[in-house]
Structures are given as structure tokens and as C-alpha cells.
């Protein structure tokens, strides 16, 4: 129960990885706010959260809207007093797009709700985290953009601005005692399942570049160790780029 008395915000909480999380910290004594798009969905995290003995409430929005990010701690400030901990986890990804066919739309949509979404949630916990001596925001990045593969350019774009506002967050607001830092997690998410079940051979293919040999586990791999990223066991790191992938990218 590191984590009582604090306060989380998980964006994209109401499944997949944003769920794990949501669950994980919860279990470790936070209170959680979830956000998301899905009423039905966060409502589902909101209940197993309470059937465990925690405290949540949900946000319903559009990340991509500066006004959802004000909301969600507003909310945050008012049922709970205030915020500690920030989750950058919501993210639209749209395939199978080579650059030079990338339009508006596809781009307002990715970046919107990846680098946008997660810089207005930055913004409007910043000055809640100041005044209460500190805070840990968690931001999400991505292996694919570090490799750059092809027809996920507005995607790359998206988690690489993700990368760089996290490290310059990270020099602005140090002396405010808030760490920023960024996980790159390789997990068998429902989409990376169906991904498995659709193209066996080519997940097959991508197991063998895993040294550990499996996708990660949402809950035992990736959301345990956010929640230990946001606890004083790790205070001292900021401005890191963590690489949850089973070491699939080795850097020298």
C-alpha cells in the first residue's frame, strides 16, 4: 500500500493497459481517476476498483480536448483533493498509413490524442503538483517509433513528441520535486492478441527478436512496474525513457 493517500489520474483507463494500471495502483492504495471515451468501459474499472476495497471515480472524454484534461483533475481536486500521480496511456493509433499518404485527419487524430492529449493533461496537473510538493507523471512512448516502422509515421510522430516534451518537463520541473519519465511497454494487450490470432507466423517471427522469449503481461509486467515508477523507490529518476519490451531494443 506505497502509494495511500495519493492521488492517480489514468488517461485511456477504461481498458487494455489504462485498466491494468488503473488496477495496480489502486491495489497499492491510490485513488484513482480514469478517464476515457467509454462511459460503460470506466465504469466497469470505476466498480472493480470499489469491489476491491479502492476508491475511483471516472471522467468521460476526449483527451484530444484541452477542456477534458481540466476537467478530469478538476475532478481529481474536488473528489479527492488533489493529484499525485499522472498516467499518459490514452492513444489512437491508425495503421497502415505510409508517409506519403498521411492527411489531416489521419494526423489530427493520432497526434491529438497522443502528444496533444498527454502535453494538456501535463498542463493541468502541473500546478496542482507544485502546490502539494512534488508529483510523478508516467508518459507512454513506443518501440515502434524508436524503429521506425514503416506505415506508423503519424503514430511515430505522435510517440516521439511524447519522448521530447517529457524530457524538457522533466529540466523544467525537476526543482518542483515532479518527475516525468517514459515507458515503451511491449504487452499482450486484446489488440496485440488479435494481432496474434490474425497473423501467427509474423507474431511468431517478432517473438524471436524478444530475448525473454513472450510479450509482457499488462498486469505483471507493465502496470507493476509503473506503479513502482511512481513510488519513492524510484524517486531519484527523471527525464528516462524505460524500455518494458522484454529487451527487444538493446541500447549500447
Known amino acids: 500500500m506505497h502509494l495511500s493517500e495519493r492521488t492517480a489520474i489514468v488517461t485511456g483507463g477504461g481498458q487494455g493497459l489504462g485498466r491494468a494500471i488503473a488496477l495496480v495502483l489502486a491495489e497499492r492504495g491510490a485513488r484513482v481517476v480514469v478517464s476515457g471515451r467509454t462511459q460503460s468501459k470506466l465504469e466497469d474499472v470505476v466498480a472493480e476498483v470499489q469491489a476491491a476495497g479502492g476508491e475511483a471515480v471516472a471522467v468521460v472524454g476526449d483527451v484530444a480536448d484541452r477542456r477534458m484534461a481540466q476537467a478530469t483533475v478538476a475532478s481529481a481536486v474536488r473528489t479527492f483533493g488533489g493529484v499525485d500521480i499522472l498516467v499518459n496511456n490514452a492513444q489512437t493509433s491508425v495503421p497502415g498509413v505510409r508517409v506519403a499518404d498521411i492527411d489531416d485527419e489521419t494526423l489530427g487524430r493520432v497526434f491529438g490524442s497522443g502528444a496533444l492529449g498527454t502535453l494538456y493533461a501535463m498542463q493541468a496537473c502541473y500546478p496542482v503538483m507544485k502546490e502539494r510538493g512534488g508529483g510523478c507523471i508516467v508518459n507512454f512512448g513506443s518501440s ?20 521530447g516534451i517529457s524530457r524538457v518537463a522533466a529540466r523544467e520541473w525537476g526543482r518542483d520535486n515532479i518527475r516525468v519519465n517514459v515507458v515503451c511497454p511491449a504487452a499482450l494487450t486484446p489488440s496485440a492478441a488479435e494481432f496474434r490470432d490474425a497473423h501467427p507466423d509474423a507474431f511468431t517471427q517478432m517473438l524471436k527478436t524478444v530475448p525473454l522469449g513472450r510479450m509482457g503481461d499488462e498486469v505483471d509486467d507493465i502496470a507493476r512496474a509503473v506503479a513502482s515508477l511512481a513510488g519513492d523507490d524510484l524517486r531519484y529518476l527523471t527525464g528516462a525513457t524505460l524500455m518494458l519490451d522484454g529487451g527487444r531494443l538493446l541500447f549500447p
Not at 515502434?144 to 519522448?163: C, H, L, N
Open 144 to 163: 515502434t517509433a524508436i524503429t521506425g516502422d514503416p506505415t506508423f509515421g503519424a503514430y511515430v510522430m505522435a510517440k516521439e513528441a511524447v519522448r
